[in-house]
């Protein structure tokens, strides 16, 4: 796995630009933006520029990126003012868990209460 961009990947097409996205953060090597179905009044992708499936094999390849990933899903939580209430930060990793781009990505959730343990 390489990182190249994936010419069927909905992420790789946020990373070029050829689809849209609300973007609010971006960072040399990572891009974050607004979920297209909010479940959470802060619901955030942060994602890696280089395609990796997932945040396991990202951070196998890539440990730097995945902790860029990991330091702008913090900015991106305090950007909307979340921190001080708690957010989450998830990575469903498999069908099975409910992902379904595989693109890494971290969902950050945040400004409303979080159940414990999520469904
Ligand atoms: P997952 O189910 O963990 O793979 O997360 C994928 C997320 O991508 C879902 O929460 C979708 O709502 C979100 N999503 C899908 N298409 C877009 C898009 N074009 N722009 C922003 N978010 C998207
Ligand atoms: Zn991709």
């Known amino acids: 796995m390489t990182g190249e961009p ?8 946020i990373v070029s630009g050829d689809i849209p996205a609300t973007v609010v953060r971006e960072t040399d090597t990572t891009v ?6 909010p479940q959470a009044p802060t619901h955030v992708l942060v994602i890696p520029k280089a395609h990796y ?3 396991g094999s990202l951070a196998a390849a890539e440990p730097q ?6 330091r702008e ?9 979340v921190d001080g209430t708690g957010y989450r930060i998830i990575f ?18 945040g400004g409303r ?3 414990w343990p999520p469904g």
């Open 65 to 70: 990126i995945a902790a860029d990933v990991l």
């Open 53 to 55: 499936p997932d945040a």
């Open 6 to 13: 994936q010419a069927d990947c909905l992420f790789c097409k």
């Open 92 to 109: 469903n990793t498999g069908s099975g868990a409910g992902q379904t781009v595989f693109h890494a990505h971290a969902h950050v959730l």
């Open 32 to 37: 974050a933006f607004r979920d297209i179905s």
């Open 73 to 81: 899903a913090a900015a991106v939580a305090a950007g909307d003012k």
């Open 113 to 115: 209460g979080l159940n």
